[in-house]
């Protein structure tokens, strides 16, 4: 008999916890759609992050925004050669993305002028 009660009461609780439990998790999600917290969240997914942005290329290479192309490979072969030398695959690693990414925002430019 006892048994049966405890089983009752589990099952019981189990219940009212999952209802709450749903609750707590609806209510979450209409505040984070007001404070536009979901809408961030899908754009960071959506860029992926592990992405470089062009602001952080440029800091990981030194070359501001009005530095010609070749300049910044020129900066580019200095940097990954002297990482290259000292042995540190994550620096290099960084020096090559960062120039990925400029390339990127370099290429459809060098591609209007032609």
């Not at 540190?88 to 990414?101: D, I, T």
């Amino acid at each position: 008999m006892a048994a049966r009660i405890l089983a009752n009461l589990i099952v019981m609780g189990s219940g009212v916890m999952l209802r709450a439990f749903a609750q707590a998790y609806r209510q979450a999600l209409a505040n984070a759609s007001k404070n536009g917290v979901a809408q961030e969240a899908v754009q960071n997914i959506k860029r992926g992050s592990k992405m470089m942005t062009e602001a952080e290329a440029r800091q990981i290479l030194g070359v501001s925004e009005n530095m010609t192309w070749e300049e910044v490979v020129k900066k580019y072969d200095t940097l990954f050669e002297r990482n290259a030398k000292s042995g540190s695959f994550y620096l290099q690693s960084k020096v090559h993305r960062a120039k990925e990414c400029l390339e990127s925002v370099h290429q459809p430019k060098m591609q209007d002028k032609s």
